[in-house]
């Protein structure tokens, strides 16, 4: 009965494990298309300053001045934050990947700096699963409050 027990998390661990990566959903495209970062899936998992339904959106990023110097003050930020690394970073294009602490799932966070509209777009979404439970909202939101404190007036 005592093996029995201390089995249980770990069958419920490795069954939740095997559940969340049958749940697969394809990769959706990074980077650019037409100046405009992709949109998201119908799942769960994503979360884009470009989508028009409120379960998938998040407001842009303010950007005061030139997209350079604000990509690489992004850049910065997240570099400083846990299980991070960035991939692609341009004048104006941020791509960084975010691994969970346990299971190692990479999320994919993309930045495009607006000049025009004096905004940086953003998109963050899970490679796997249906559902992320808010996790890539509350990254945005977190990557958002950092933004307006380093943010020079």
């Known amino acids: 009965m005592e093996i029995a027990t201390r089995m249980s998390p770990m069958v419920a661990v490795l069954a939740g494990s095997l559940m969340l990566t049958g749940c697969h959903s394809a990769r959706s495209p990074l980077g650019l298309r037409d100046g405009r970062l992709a949109g998201c899936p119908a799942t769960f998992n994503c979360v884009s300053s470009l989508a028009t339904d409120e379960a998938h959106r998040v407001a842009p990023l303010p950007l005061s ?3 350079a110097p604000a ?5 910065a930020l997240v570099r400083s934050l846990p299980q991070t690394t960035v991939v692609t970073a341009t004048d104006t294009y941020l791509h960084a990947e975010f691994r969970s602490a346990v299971f190692r799932f990479v999320d994919d966070v993309e930045f495009h700096a607006d000049e025009a509209a004096g905004v940086i777009q953003v998109r963050s979404g899970s490679r796997i699963g249906h559902s992320d439970l808010g996790v890539n909202r509350r990254r945005i939101e977190a ?6 404190e ?4």
Do not use: S
């Open 150 to 153: 380093a943010t020079p007036r």
């Open 65 to 67: 001045g030139p997209a």
């Open 71 to 75: 990509i690489e003050r992004l850049a």
């Open 143 to 148: 990557i958002r409050a950092r933004w307006g």
